[in-house]
C-alpha cells in the first residue's frame, strides 16, 4: 500500500480524498495556489506545499511544480481528483517517468477515450451498443452530407476532442448542413486546437444515465449501477440521484454488462464512468467514457456503502476486485450547491461566507471546504458544497432534501440552494419525469 499521496486537486475534493487517506493510515500531501492559503484542504493534509500563484494554469495544472512537490516530499502516488489534470494523458504519462503512481487512467486509456470518435468504434467494437452514425471522423461536407441522408435526419455533428458540448451542432436538413459543419469545425479548432468531427443521429429528448465501473490490474471488472445525471444546465449538472427513475432491473442489468465489456475489452484499471444516452423507447448508447472520479460519486457510495476513493486507492495499489458488482439498496440524491445566482443566469458570486450553517441529521451528508469566514476566490469554479441525501425511497429523498435545503444556511453569497428547493417541488421532477431539456423551459426568474 502507499505510503503517502499528495493530491494534485483543491476544494472538497482534495479534502475528501484525504478523508479516506486518514482512515486508510495514508499520509497526505496537499498542494495549494496562493489563492487557497486558508483552505481547508491546506491545514487537514499532514504536510502541504504551495505550487504556484492564483491563476490554475500556473499552479494545480502545472506539472513541473506538482512533480516537485510530490518529490519534495516523498509521495508515493498522486491522486488527480476530477478537473484539472485527472484526464490529462501528459500528466500521467510524467508521473509514471517519476515512479509516483499515478491514480487514475494510463496516458494510453485517456488518450483513447479522450478522443471521442475512437472512444466510440472501441465501444462498438466491444459490443457496447452505439448510435447510428459515420465510421470515425468525416472527411469532407459531401461525405457528411451522404451519412445524413442515409441514417435520416436530424443527425448532430461532434468534435471528436469535445464532450461538454463544446463543438456540437444538430443538422435538421441538407440545407443547414454546410453552415452547421462550418461552425462546429471553427468552434472545434479554436477550443481543442483539433478540429476532428464525428456524425451521429441526433437522439431527442434523452436521459444522461451513466454506469460506475472499476477495473483492476488483473483486466477484471465490475459495476455500481447507474446515476440519472439529466438535470443540467448548458451541460453543467446540477443534480444526480440513483437508482435512476427510468433504469428497471433488466435495464440496469443490461447497461452494466455493456459497461464491464467496454471496460474490459479496453483492460481499463481504475475508477471510471461509462456515459450513455437512454431514449424514450429506453434503449441506450454509449456517448463517453470519463477515466476519473467524477463530481456525484457520493450518491453511488451512499446505495452501495462502498468508499469509491478507497476503491481507486486499492486498485491503484494491485489489489485486485471480487468481480461481483453492486445494486442500489437504498435511494440517494445530490444537490450541487454553487456560489451562483440562480435569478441571473448563474453568474458566479464568488466572495466571503459570513455565516454558515451545514444540515444534518439522518440521511444527510454533506461533502463540502467551506466554513464561516471562508472567502470564495473567484479564480476557479464555483460549486462549494455537495449535498447529499438518502432514503428508503425516492420520494422520502425528495422530502428530506427539501428539509435538508431549509437547514442550510449561506451568508454573504448568492447560491443555487433556492433553484433546487424549486425543483423539489415540481410535479415533472417528483414524477421522475424529465429528460436533459427539462431545465431548458424552468422559470429560474423568481428564484
Ligand atoms: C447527443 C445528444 C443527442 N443525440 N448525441 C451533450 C454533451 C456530449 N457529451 C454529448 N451530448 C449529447 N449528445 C446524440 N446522438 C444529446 C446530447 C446532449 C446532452 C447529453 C447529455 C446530457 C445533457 C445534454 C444536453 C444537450 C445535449
Known sequence: ?????????????????????????????????????????????????????????????????????????????????????????????????????????????????????????????????????????????????????????????????GGGGKGMRIVYNDSDFKKAWDDAKMEAGAAFGNDGLYLEKFVEEPRHVEIQIIGDSKGKACHLSERDCSIQRRHQKLVEETPSPIVSDELREKMGQAAIRGAEAIGYEGAGTVEFLVDKHGEFYFMEMNTRIQVEHPITEEVTSFDLIKEQIKVAAGIEITGQNYYPQLYSMECRINAEDPSSGFRPSPGKIYSLHLPGGHGVRVDSHVYAGYVIPPNYDSMIAKLIVSAQSREECIVRMKRALNEFIIEGVKTTIPFHLKLMDDPKFKKGDFTTKFLDDFDFSDL
Open 1 to 161: 500500500m502507499f505510503n503517502k499521496i499528495l493530491i494534485a486537486n483543491r476544494g472538497e475534493i482534495a479534502l475528501r480524498i484525504i478523508r479516506t487517506c486518514r482512515e486508510m493510515g495514508i499520509k497526505t500531501v496537499a498542494v495549494y495556489s496562493k489563492a487557497d492559503e486558508t483552505s481547508l484542504h491546506v491545514r487537514f493534509a499532514d504536510e502541504a506545499v504551495c505550487i504556484g500563484p492564483a491563476p490554475s494554469v500556473n499552479s494545480y495544472l502545472n506539472i513541473p511544480n506538482l512533480i516537485a512537490a510530490a518529490e519534495i516530499t516523498n509521495a508515493d502516488a498522486i491522486h488527480p481528483g476530477y478537473g484539472f489534470l485527472a484526464e490529462n494523458a501528459e500528466f500521467s504519462r510524467v508521473c509514471q517517468e517519476y515512479n509516483v503512481k499515478f491514480i487514475g487512467a494510463s496516458p494510453d486509456m485517456i488518450n483513447q477515450m479522450g478522443d471521442k470518435a475512437t472512444a466510440k468504434a472501441t465501444m462498438a467494437k466491444a459490443g457496447v451498443p452505439t448510435i447510428p452514425g459515420s465510421e470515425g471522423l468525416i472527411d469532407s461536407i459531401e461525405e457528411g452530407l451522404k451519412i445524413a441522408n442515409d441514417i435520416g435526419y436530424p443527425v448532430i455533428l461532434k468534435a471528436t476532442a
